[in-house]
């Protein structure tokens, strides 16, 4: 021990003592910051646990590192008596001249993985948190070059990282905004850097489809329009999709009068996108489609306003199509997908819907409203009708649908209502890989005789009592759909983060927008879609 601190002591002599000074006025406050590369590099390792108080159990990676420095990272991590749990960290400096720091995280037990009861993987699970966790740390030291362990899975090595680095500080002021940090996997002593590598940028695009999600829920409404989100969403897609903006007047002509009713209240123009993915050609496209209310303020039947702020992220499944087709055509998955997206304001006014109001969806058939907060159905619902024209080979809408989703799941997972038991195994099994839970709902008729029993029309938008409130929505959904594979998500509960998933800050999720990348990932590989 005594022989690996002498070694350390000269090893600091060795560095540039202007980088040290400077440092050291970072660290106490001086807003000097040194360009050295060098003093900005840091490197993140991962350690199983392990109850033994002489070894560390490294995976491959850090244990490569450990032996290119002497041993004295082990060394340094034996000097205390507790060996480190699962998501706890060390971190270690000056002990090899290439990095700064050096962020020893431990990743769980070795061999963790598909837990039935949490029907999650447990292993990747552990991995995205403690690299999380690593990389914020380092981010708070002030460093901004940060090389990663893969810790035995890439891809969710390179989520964790760069989910957790993102934030939406966008309109603040320079000097209150994150530092940028360049991450990069730690490929040097793979045996194959190539496949690593391409793992690392699946993981980095699942992420980035992710952090669209959430950028486009956090963004204000008065900032986000739906003319605004038609735009980002027409430059962040339109050189690998076809986007076509819709306006009011198509709307119209289409006959949508439950979207227009929800509209009608704001000054904002409506619009309907339409977006195609073409990564191979098939007459039967996989449909998305997503509401995208971008504001919620309940319309005549108006929301209490205590966190009314919230509903600028009502246009969350709206977001999660953008971000996974984001995903998906940066991946070049072959597979044909059209995306359908309903955006409007819901606003109270002089020219607003009225609670028993009539109106009529594209498919003819007539819905009281009730109520003007129970819109999401109503512009689902001639979204739904438009995209079975399309001769779709499944239809997965997502929506921030209802408030008793919430009450039921929490944000322990996404609701799901499916007529298809193969759609609903396929989804599962793409959220147990992405670690953004769905738990399934029910169909039955019960809750549709709750929505067609109806005073003056063929459907109420409510469902008359307060009981079972996201199942008598789902029930409404049906109504506009034929298909035989639909999925509705009712991602309401899962819309914000408040500390439940660790790799995720706190703020509007995103979720689940790499689970539906997984799963039309797995849909390219089974059918002609
Ligand atoms: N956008 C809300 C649902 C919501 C609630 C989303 C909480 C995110 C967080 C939706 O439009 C709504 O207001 N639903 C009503 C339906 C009710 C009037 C039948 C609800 O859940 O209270
Ligand atoms: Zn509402
Ligand atoms: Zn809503």
New binding site residues.
């Given amino acids: 021990m005594a022989a690996s601190i002498v070694k350390r002591v000269s090893r600091v002599k060795k560095l540039n003592i202007s980088h040290i000074s400077a440092r050291y006025k970072l660290l106490t406050g001086f807003r000097h910051f040194s360009t050295s590369k060098q003093w900005n590099k840091a490197l993140v390792l991962g350690v199983y646990e392990n109850e033994s108080t002489d070894s560390i159990d490294f995976t491959g990676t850090a244990r490569k590192f450990d032996e290119k420095a002497d041993g004295k990272i082990s060394q340094l991590l034996l000097t205390v008596k507790k060996p480190l749990k699962c998501g706890k960290t060390r971190t270690l400096h000056a002990v090899d001249p290439e990095f700064s720091s050096v962020l020893v995280t431990c990743i769980g037990k070795r061999g963790e993985g598909y837990d039935e009861l949490e029907t999650v993987d447990k292993g990747r699970e552990s991995i995205r948190a403690a690299v999380a966790k690593a990389v914020l740390q380092l981010r708070e030291l002030g460093e901004n070059e940060i090389e990663v362990d893969s810790c035995g899975d890439t891809e969710a090595s390179a989520e964790g990282c760069h989910l957790a680095l993102f934030s939406y500080d966008d309109l603040k002021a320079e000097k209150s905004r994150k530092p940028a940090v360049r991450i990069s996997c730690a490929t040097r002593y793979s045996q194959d850097k190539n496949s690593m590598e391409k793992e690392w940028r699946k993981g980095a695009i699942l992420a980035e489809g992710q952090n669209l999600s959430r950028r486009l829920m956090e963004m204000p409404a008065n900032l986000l329009t739906p003319t605004k989100f038609a735009e980002i969403v027409k430059e962040q897609l339109a050189d690998k999709c076809e986007v076509l903006v819709r306006d009011k007047d198509w709307a119209e002509s289409m006959k949508m009068g439950s979207f227009l009713s929800v509209a009608r209240g704001s000054v904002e123009p409506p619009v309907f996108l339409e977006i195609e993915y073409k990564g191979r050609q098939s007459d039967s496209p996989l449909a998305l489609v997503g ?1 995208g ?1 971008t504001f ?1 303020t ?1 319309g005549i ?1 108006i ?1 209490p306003s205590q966190g009314m702020d ?2 600028r ?2 246009m ?1 499944g709206a977001a999660c199509v953008a971000g996974s087709l984001l995903s998906v055509s940066k991946l070049q998955l072959p597979v044909h997908v059209k995306a359908f997206i309903p955006l409007c304001e ?1 606003m109270p006014s002089g020219s607003a819907t009225k609670p028993g109001d009539v109106v009529t969806a594209m498919n003819g058939k007539t819905i009281q409203v009730d ?1 003007t ?4 159905r109503l512009i689902l619902a001639d979204a739904l009708c438009y995209s079975e024209q399309f001769n779709p080979s499944l239809i997965l809408d997502m929506a ?5 989703i ?1 009450v039921a799941l929490g944000a322990g997972a996404a609701g799901v209502f499916t007529n298809s038991e193969n759609m609903w195994n396929k989804l599962q099994k793409a959220s147990v890989r992405s670690g953004d839970r769905v738990w399934r709902m029910p169909l039955f008729n019960h809750y549709t005789k709750k929505i067609t029993e109806c005073q003056l029309a063929d459907l109420n ?3 008359g009592s ?1 009981s079972g ?1 996201a199942c ?2 789902a029930a409404f959904l049906k109504e506009f759909v034929n298909n035989k594979n639909w999925l509705h998500l009712d991602i ?2 899962v ?1 914000s983060n408040s500390g439940d998933v660790a790799y995720l800050g706190k703020g509007m999720s995103g979720r689940p927008t790499r689970t539906v990348i997984e799963f039309i990932n797995l849909m390219s590989k089974e059918t002609n879609n």
Wanted: aromatic share 0%.
């Fill in positions: 509401k209310v919620d309940g039947s929301k919230a509903m992220g009502d969350g819901n109520n907060d129970a819109e999401g921030t649908l209802t408030g008793a919430d938008n409510i469902g307060r409130g008598t929505a309401a509960g819309m």
